[in-house]
């Protein structure tokens, strides 16, 4: 029986004496520990959601026909019970009367409502292995409710006309306690209702402040307090939620002088003009961008202790000391109430540990000596490591022995064996032995939610952690793509390649929040990545204007793939501009609010592109494909925009070289030849694997077998659901636009008597800024790229800017606003 751990079993040499082994009584065959852990479950569940609906039916027929079933259902034991069964009126006859005289009438009252939910979203979690509504907070609730509802309506009863029939409202219970409660506290009682229901409320909502009646400024009530900043949500593989208060302000505007920033003092000390040196800091406003009013909230307001008021006058500088208090930036707070997938979207399987006997093992290694023996090659030692696909042998030869001869025996070794394919390692890296990998007779199933739920992938602190399934030691295999930095998968068809691109994005749903992750999926087939276009407004990346973010026509995935490079261009820009090196050193400055939002920096998302079916794309595209691609792989790396390409047709055609040079990892299923093999991995082995999600993983000069874990469509549909279901922003994350071929025709043809509406708004923004940058037009009046660039076009041929000139910023012409006003008044 297979542990999560590594098995290593060492041979006995010849001569040792073999260990009896204690034999167990086999029995039918039929295993009660496997009935008991799955039938029994689920017959319970399916028993408690029964008994919930009778109860709750029964319950409803007895506010009907209570009065007329009273006296059968408490009449003497002596008489005969199937008479007053028939004459019982309750719609689940006898019975259902007698469940709701004693839970309704003799105890609860009508919290005994409370009581049927509770059976069958219990049941229901047991059957269906997912829970409708926290289990444990609608616990808390009926707790509570069985109390106060039954000490509030029997009071209620004893006001109006003391204990009766009309009683079983509180039930017995509840009328006890109200007798009890009017006893000791009389009309106190209404005082003891009341308080309880507020200390609950307060507990139950986490509530910690009350405000009815306090006083609001008028500044305080121009504003709608739905824009009250929220609490950001921590990933629930931290064991708990951790909700914090996040206080931030608006930008304030910066003197610069050589790189430094310089604060002039308040109001109070203009006289005396006196400057104080500060570090660089700027602040970032965060609104909770999923308000519609939102577009609307004037540029002067801040959010500070969750209260809004209007911050200092344009000119008016921040003090040193508050330029030191700031708090870092958050970017999670786009999308504060944002809560993460839970294992329990996952499917938790019975899986059956590989079992490889003793015999079997004896039997491979007895063939394997044998095999070798007949060639003249000597073993000192052999062991075996069991995996959940594969067992690996590890032989070490005796002294003189070519590792090469043991290589070419491959095929002699597997016709011994009878095996489906065995793959040699030699030698093994890091060990002085040779490893012979040979398939089960029975494989494991590795589920993705033992994959994802392991502490080894909650607990990693990769950048962009990605697992992919166990090794063959059975231990789990997590990687970083942001160290590899691309990944080049392929397969033939049905060997598992879709699973493992799902894999891939459920591993980095799971620990990113959407505000730190995009992806780019572009699916030539149109059916495999579907399911993720409910996460469009979360996770995905698009051009502007399209109507769907899965990408699957071949000249949309051309002008995405050049949109990118735009966006590549554009960070690198940014990165110049901010004396960083790579992504994370920018975020982590952007973060400390050392860069500044108005010069057009912001906390920049990794961008993930996958690409289900490049050989399609290849075929009908080619070099406007490969191209991108190629530019892409080579730079995107410091920038955070990472590649996963898979095909189902690993050929030279499609995997040219300068694509293959520019993706380090490569990551293999079952191909169909060896050709195929050392043209993904530069290596054979891959035409041995066994399929079923069985593959090999390069990266740098080591090779790793792994089995895929296995994510189901329902599974992969269950946390698209999830995700899909919360608020997410106003659309996808859009790329810059591309213009193609048929873009503008040059400036020496632009009409200025057909300016753009917006013409004299960016006019007056570049002279403002004195930067000529597409992207400045884009960011303050919210255009496309498209639109942002005819205008600036036009500003060009007016005589505001200059001529294009590369990646740096056209220069501005025009110096001052009186100067543009005289101009845009001649025009």
Known sequence: MATNSPRTNTFRKKGEPQKKKESKPNGTGFSFGKFKSNKLVLTLGIL??????????????????????????????????????????????????QASNWLIYRWFGVAAFLFPPFLFLLGFRWAFKISLVSLTRYTTFALFFTFWIGLFTGYIVILVQGYSYWSFLSGGFGYELAKLSSDFLGWGTFILIGGALLIFVVFFFDIDKLEWFSSKTADEDSFDSSLEEPLPVKNPFQEELDLEENEEEEDEDLIDDDGSAWIIKGKEEEKATEKVKAPIAFEVPQLNILDPELDNVPEELE???????????????????????????????????????????????????????????????????????????????????????????????????????????EDDIALSLAALGIRIIAPIPGKGTIGIEVPNKNRELVPARAVLGTEKFMKSDKDLPIALGKTISNEVFVADLAKMPHLLMAGATGQGKSVGLNMILASLIYKKHPSQL??????????????????????????????????????????????????????????????????????????????NPDKGHYFMPYIVLVIDELADLMMTAGKEIEGPIARLAQLARAIGIHLVVATQRPSVNVITGIIKANFPARLSFRVTSKIDSRTILDTGGADQLIGMGDMLLSHGSEITRIQCAFLDTPEVDAICDWIGEQKGYSDAYLLPEFEGEDGNSGVGEIDLSDRDPLFDDAARLIVMHQQGSTSLIQRKLKLGYNRAGRIIDQLEAAGIVGSFEGSKAREVLVQDDASLERLLNSL
């Open 48 to 97: 408690l959601m029964s008994a919930s609906i009778f109860l709750f039916i029964a319950f409803i027929s007895y506010l009907l026909s209570g009065p007329t079933d009273q006296s059968l259902v408490m009449n003497n034991p002596d008489e005969a019970i199937r008479e007053t069964a028939r004459e019982t009126k309750n719609l689940l006859g006898y019975l259902g009367a």
């Open 303 to 409: 959010i500070a202790d969750k209260n809004f008021s209007v911050v200092k006058p344009a000119g008016e500088e921040k003090t040193a000391e508050e330029v030191q208090n700031l708090d870092a930036y958050d970017p999670t707070l786009d999308l504060p109430k944002y809560k993460y997938p839970t294992l329990d979207l996952l499917n938790e399987y019975d899986v059956q540990k590989v079992t490889v006997s003793r015999q079997e093992l004896e039997d491979n290694k007895n063939k394997i000596v044998e095999t070798l023996e007949n060639f003249k090659i000597g073993i000192q030692e052999i062991k075996a490591t069991i995996g959940p696909t594969v067992t690996l042998y590890e032989i070490v030869p005796e002294p003189g022995v070519k590792i090469s001869k043991i290589k070419n025996l």
């Open 518 to 595: 995009k992806f780019v999926l572009v699916d030539p087939k149109k059916v495999e990545l579907t399911l993720f276009n409910k996460i469009e407004r979360h996770f995905l990346a698009k051009l502007p204007g399209s109507e769907e973010a899965i990408i699957t026509d071949t000249k949309k995935v051309i002008y995405t793939l050049n949109s990118l490079c735009i966006e590549m261009d554009n960070r690198y820009n940014l990165l110049k501009e901010a004396g960083t090196r790579n992504l994370k050193e920018y975020n982590a400055k952007f973060i400390a609010r050392k860069l």
